[in-house]
């Protein structure tokens, strides 16, 4: 059921990003096809009969050739919304997958040239950010529930640290860098490979930790101090059972929720993993959402490819990671599954 029920959520997450997607596609499509009219009015022979017709229809010549001619060689314009976001995201994964489709959609991209390597520099960053986080927020949460007093820290921490923006640290960690011996070129964007690179993630990898690991413990923290409530652990107690072996059960039991907490934050976290990308030039998936929108003195550029390759790749990581958590859900859940 629980699994049914994630299916039908990004189901309605896929229908919503898609109908997005498309409106923006048909927006620039739409965009290029007027242009494309301006030329076509002024070279092609034909041009005096499509306005006559236009005119016999009460229409503005250009509203006519987006409406009736465009379309046969933009037949996205004839699609619904709905329909070329959802063949858009189809496209993109076929292509993450060697299965090159787009043909004529490239123009979508502008100079950009989408890869898996961009996939992967995200995908290491926000591994490192989980990794530490995690822990961060495991060692402060198995803190706040032996103190009480450590615990209402926690909790201040919390609302403190989720009311500050990422970027406050980004910019701090900058001016560390600056005015301090080291290297410079920590904040000039990613550089080297293998091991040599992970040391330009080490002030993301903070900035994000910073923010995120607080609300993260203050979650694992009301889960095991609700478990730690429950009737069965009083029940150990007055069996005799060693404190440790009923901490062990405790643990045991809030595995599965706190698994829960996590993934809220696992997704919640992303927005600050694109942030930073983009600040420190990691030249991930939020350097390249960045270069999506261009605006100049004279006009805005929006390249609708870039921004549905983004989101399209979110939303396929957060529903493969959804549905593993799940899973483990089920086969961890101490007390049965409904």
């Not at 898609?18 to 290029?32: C, N, P, Q």
């Not at 960053?125 to 961060?136: C, G, I, K, W």
């Not at 809220?264 to 960045?290: C, M, P, R, S």
């Not at 549905?308 to 899973?327: C, G, P, Q, R, Y």
Request: proline share 4%; glycine share 6%.
């Amino acid at each position: 059921m629980s699994l049914r029920r994630i299916v039908i959520r990004y189901a309605i997450v896929t229908l919503l990003v898609a109908f997005v997607l498309g409106y923006a596609i048909k927006g620039v499509v739409e965009k290029r096809a007027y242009y494309e009219a301006v030329g076509f009015f002024q070279f092609n022979p034909n041009a005096g009969k499509v306005v006559a017709t236009a005119e016999k229809l009460g229409m503005d010549p250009f509203e006519y050739y987006v409406r009736y001619i465009a379309p046969k060689t933009h037949p996205e314009l004839g699609m619904s919304s709905l329909h070329v976001g959802l063949k858009y995201m189809w496209i993109i994964i076929e292509d993450l997958f060697g299965h090159k489709t787009r043909g004529s959609w490239d123009y979508l991209y502008g100079f950009q040239s989408v890869d898996w390597g961009y996939i992967y520099r995200t995908l290491i960053f926000l591994v490192l950010t989980e990794v530490f986080v995690v822990l961060s927020a495991l060692l402060l949460s198995f803190k706040a529930v032996r103190s009480e007093r450590f615990y209402g820290f926690l909790q201040m921490a919390a609302r403190t640290f989720n009311g500050i923006p990422v970027w406050f640290f980004v910019v701090l960690f900058f001016l560390l860098i600056i005015y301090s011996p080291i290297p410079s070129e920590l904040a000039n964007g990613l550089k080297g490979l293998g091991l040599e690179m992970l040391a330009y993630f080490v002030f993301p990898v903070l900035s994000v930790l910073l923010v995120a690991s607080w609300g993260l413990a203050e979650g694992i923290t009301v889960v095991m101090r609700e478990e730690f409530q429950q009737p069965y652990v009083e029940a150990k107690k007055a069996m005799g059972l060693p404190e440790r072996r009923v901490k062990r059960h405790v643990v045991r039991a809030s595995v599965v929720p706190v698994m829960h907490v996590w993934l809220q934050n696992f997704i919640e976290i992303q927005t600050l993993i694109l942030v930073v990308d983009y600040l420190f030039k990691l030249n991930g998936l939020g350097t390249l959402l960045a270069s999506a929108l261009i605006i100049t003195p004279d006009s805005v550029f929006f390249y609708a490819g870039i921004f549905a390759f983004v989101v399209t790749v979110l939303v396929l990581m957060n529903f493969i990671v959804s549905i593993i958590v799940e899973v483990l859900s089920i086969k961890l859940e101490p007390r049965g599954s409904s």
